[in-house]
């Protein structure tokens, strides 16, 4: 019987975070669970970072961005002896299942440690990247993609002013799952993602000399991944090629990250919380809960680190029709 579950976040953060912990520590005391929150990722794990959490000290938390556990990144995870560390101090704070709200690694760590150590944890989809295979959402990701329509909304003003060729990029290291999302919200003349190899620049020049017989201010959602390279580098060749043409790149950052979330990233976010109790109250070793088709599931989390979720092509393909009429 499940008496105890440790919560922690894990890599980089998202908005909605603290909606789900919110949502899991509430739901867990209405089964007669306790909830100790730990800070720092699996690198509080093994530094013993551990804080009681109750439903009062997540009070007014569900509008609030980042993550009040806080996050980082473990190196030192990989390794096993380090991860019988943290399993020892699991053990000491007699806790008998975890609940992560991270992304892809954070997962890869939480199915190695509870293989290892027969644990029930419970992965929570949380990344912008959104993408986590087995769940059309993951938290975050929505809150994200309105900060890019927002900022790109404002570039495009003085874009169109200056009749300028704008670079936006976007976070996206393996994924341009965000730039198609934010490329259709904002109109964006061209959306170049890691999923679609672009042959070289040349062809990237032809692509947008094309666009620029009919437009004169181009809008181009660059995914920080994309095969090209930096885009600093990228905007000075355009440039070169172009020029008569007035070429400019603004990187969005961690900007994409922040912010308090949005409705959906709130609901949502509640919703898996409460899913995520529900879950690890049956001590399953691995497990993930995510959102299909708006419905709520549960897949092996083995699952969620062996495939990789596809893009989806359709809106990719509709964008490019509808945004370059």
Sequence with gaps: ????????????????????????????????????GIEYGYKGLLNSNFINLS????????????????????????QKKYRKIAYNNLKNENIDGLI????????????IFSNEFKIPVVGIPSTIDNDIYGSDYSIGFNTAVQTIMDSVDKIRDTASSHERIFFIEVMGRNSGHLAIHAGNATGAELV??????????????????KI????????????????LGPVD????????????SNVRYSILGHIQRGGSPCEKDRINSS???????????????????????DKLIVQDLKLSIKRKKEINKDLFKITEIINNY
């Excluded at 992560?100 to 199915?111: E, N, R």
């Excluded at 879950?279 to 691995?286: L, R």
């Design 1 to 36: 019987m499940i008496k105890r579950i440790g919560i922690l976040t894990s890599g980089g953060d998202a908005p909605g975070m603290n909606a789900c912990i919110r949502s899991i520590v509430r739901a867990a005391y209405k089964n007669n669970i306790k909830v100790v």
């Design 55 to 78: 439903p009062e000290n997540v009070t007014n938390i569900v509008h609030k961005g980042g993550t009040i556990l806080k996050t980082n990144r473990c190196e030192e995870f990989k």
């Design 100 to 111: 992560i709200l991270g992304g892809d690694g954070s997962f890869k760590g939480a199915y």
């Design 192 to 209: 170049l993602i890691p999923e679609i190899n672009i042959k070289n620049l040349d062809s990237l020049v032809q692509k947008i000399k």
């Design 212 to 227: 620029n017989i009919k437009k004169k201010s181009i809008i181009i959602i660059y995914a920080e991944g994309c095969n």
């Design 233 to 244: 580098k990228i905007t000075n060749y355009v440039q070169k090629k172009m020029k008569n």
């Design 271 to 293: 919703l898996l919380g409460y899913y995520s109790v529900k879950e690890i109250i049956k001590k399953d070793k691995s497990k993930m809960v995510g959102i299909i088709n």
